[in-house]
């Protein structure tokens, strides 16, 4: 997946992190601020890392700004920073595939977005 321009996905507020994808170079970059870096700032990138390098990702420039996000949450925004800065304006995706449609499900079994 090539990084096409700079995308961003989440919030800053309890409990959550926004990603900010950018072009990289070399390599994937990852810069962390967070309340809980002393604690789990390892385990944090590592959790962007992984997800960046699972989705074919070979240069990119990740900050993640968190608020005590779990790494599921991490590995989610990172996905969704990472698809939107590979989209072309043609609305494919950075691997010529065509945009997937995305929902959430809720408890009551009905998709919303």
Same mark, same amino acid.
């Given at each position: 997946?090539?990084?096409?321009?700079?995308?961003?996905?989440?919030?800053?507020?309890?409990?959550?992190?926004?990603?900010?994808?950018?072009?990289?170079?070399?390599?994937?970059?990852?810069?962390?601020?967070?309340?809980?870096?002393?604690?789990?700032?390892?385990?944090?990138?590592?959790?962007? $890392?992984?997800?960046? /390098?699972?989705?074919?990702?070979? +240069? =990119? %420039?990740?900050?993640?700004?968190?608020? @005590?996000?779990?790494?599921?949450?991490? $590995?989610?925004?990172? /996905?969704?920073?990472?698809?939107? +800065? =590979? %989209?072309?304006?043609?609305?494919?995706? @950075?691997?010529?595939?065509?945009?997937?449609?995305?929902?959430?499900?809720?408890?009551?079994?009905?998709?919303?977005?």
């Amino acid at each position: 997946m090539i990084i096409k321009h700079t995308a961003s996905a989440g919030t800053v507020t309890k409990n959550d992190c926004q990603v900010t994808v950018a072009p990289g170079t070399e390599g994937i970059e990852v810069e962390l601020q967070s309340i809980v870096k002393h604690q789990f700032g390892d385990q944090m990138i590592q959790a962007a $890392r992984s997800m960046a /390098e699972e989705m074919g990702v070979t +240069a =990119a %420039k990740i900050k993640i700004e968190d608020k @005590g996000s779990l790494d599921y949450v991490i $590995r989610a925004r990172t /996905e969704t920073a990472l698809l939107r +800065a =590979a %989209k072309e304006a043609d609305g494919l995706l @950075g691997r010529g595939e065509p945009e997937a449609v995305v929902g959430v499900l809720h408890p009551a079994g009905q998709f919303g977005g």
